[in-house]
T-cell receptor, first 112, second 116 residues
Framework: IAGITQAPTSQILAAGRRMTLRCTQD?????MYWYRQDLGLGLRLIHY???????GKGEVPDGYSVSRANTDDFPLTLASAVPSQTSVYFC???????????FGSGTRLTVV | GENVEQHPSTLSVQEGDSAVIKCTYS??????FPWYKQELGKRPQLIID?????GEKKDQRIAVTLNKTAKHFSLHITETQPEDSAVYFC???????????????FGQGTILTVHP
């Protein structure tokens, strides 16, 4: 692993199903973030974590949950997917809040 | 919370011309302003950033200016090249302390097209 890795790259998901998007970084960054990207809306923050063991809600948290059991991993879970969650999801990390983000390559999720 | 507005949404220029993208923000406590470039199908990548203790920063053909009084900041690209074509995003956050610590709020993006 070099940097930040997301999986899967893309997924088609039936509405009502549960899905976990994975994010792993090997840079020992303290802070991690999940954003969704929708055309015309830019990048909107879903959840964040400033350090292992802590998480917080962003601008659009409803329908999503996260955990931060260790420094490297920050999975995003959709408990029961809905079509409005169709989006491109980016995970990002930062050494701490004083530095810019490094983004993962994204997960394109389609909920049908 | 913070709100970042970005203009224009699309920008078309001829190769060699300059391009300017402007952003305004609402939270006077914001003090970190990065710019990201996103090529089609790729991840956003940091191209330049500025902190509130400076008014301008340059890196080769790219410069960013900040006016904290007016709460706006701008990206300037000179001598544009076709490979500059991409979506550009501005963002704002607080560096430390406060409820917005480390959390970037992004503008809506500008699609820049540089015609050869």
């Amino acid at each position: 692993i070099a940097g930040i890795t997301q999986a899967p790259t893309s997924q088609i998901l039936a509405a009502g199903r549960r899905m976990t998007l994975r994010c792993t970084q090997d840079m020992r960054h303290n802070a991690m973030y999940w954003y969704r990207q929708d055309l015309g809306l830019g990048l909107r923050l879903i959840h964040y974590s400033n350090t292992a063991g802590t998480t917080g809600k962003g601008e659009v948290p409803d329908g999503y949950s996260v955990s931060r059991a260790n420094t490297d991993d920050f999975p995003l879970t959709l408990a029961s997917a809905v079509p409005s969650q169709t989006s491109v999801y980016f995970c990002a990390s930062s050494r701490d809040g004083n530095y810019g983000y490094t983004f993962g390559s994204g997960t394109r999720l389609t909920v049908v | 919370g913070e709100n970042v507005e970005q203009h224009p949404s699309t920008l078309s220029v001829q190769e060699g011309d300059s391009a300017v993208i402007k952003c305004t923000y609402s939270d006077s406590a914001s003090n970190y302003f990065p710019w990201y470039k996103q090529e089609l199908g790729k991840r956003p990548q940091l191209i330049i950033d500025i902190r509130s203790n400076v008014g301008e920063k340059k890196d080769q053909r790219i410069a960013v200016t900040l006016n904290k009084t007016a709460k706006h900041f701008s990206l300037h690209i000179t001598e544009t090249q076709p490979e500059d074509s991409a979506v550009y995003f501005c963002a704002a956050s607080q560096e430390a302390g406060g409820t917005s610590y480390g959390k970037l709020t992004f503008g809506q993006g500008t699609i820049l097209t540089v015609h050869p």
